[in-house]
């Protein structure tokens, strides 16, 4: 039986999704925090309609801000994220957290994996599909007739002409998109088989999906 280390600490990714131009105030407030830093990534909304139910999000560009801290650090960080920019309102973002197995970086060496599920049985999934350009319109099409409220599709690209980023084992090229989406759970898996199948995700080079467990959740309306 494995033994677990009670000194380990958890980690967790922290995502905020705001207007953009707000993501440098969001980083600014995380590292006043205690956050150690973040990657700010441009993105556009998907909802083409008036309701913005889910991710209340209109077709204009986003700001997407990306951050690892420990748990304790990444829930308060989040409150008082929320606290300042009021979530709740209509069409000014959202925020969620979703568990890291292993952290390195930022003054953080030591390389333990930790698969804490977040403690909590969430109501919420993200779905991460990557695509190439021109395609995430598509599968938020395909999500959409399945049930999908809403989405950010993210531009991928490396760090220079000729540098390309990876993510699992997937070249990440200026000519890639990511789309994120958050789902009910029971809505989950229908809204991944569309998009796997209409997409024909199996192929190669067609794509990826990934999903993840959130742990917790702001600005989100229920249907």
Known sequence: MQQVNPEMKHYELICVIVNFG???????????????????????????????????????????????AEKSVARQTLELINDELDFSRPNHGIAFVMSVGAFIGSGHYEYEFNAEDGGVESMYQAIFVVVDKGNGEKVMEHAKAV????????????????????????????????????TRKGSTSGIVKAVRDNMKIDEPGNGIIFVQTVNETYGILNA
């Open 22 to 68: 707000l993501g440098s105030k969001v980083l600014g407030m995380a590292k006043r925090n205690g956050v150690s830093g973040g990657t700010i990534m441009l993105g556009r909304g998907t909802v083409h309609n008036r309701l913005l139910e889910f991710l209340e999000l209109t077709d204009i560009r986003k700001e997407i801000v990306l951050m690892v």
């Open 147 to 182: 049930g999908a409220r809403g989405g950010t599709i993210i531009n991928a690209r490396g760090s220079g002409i000729h540098e390309t980023a990876t993510l699992l084992n997937m070249e990440i090229e200026p000519e890639k998109e990511i789309v994120l989406m958050l």
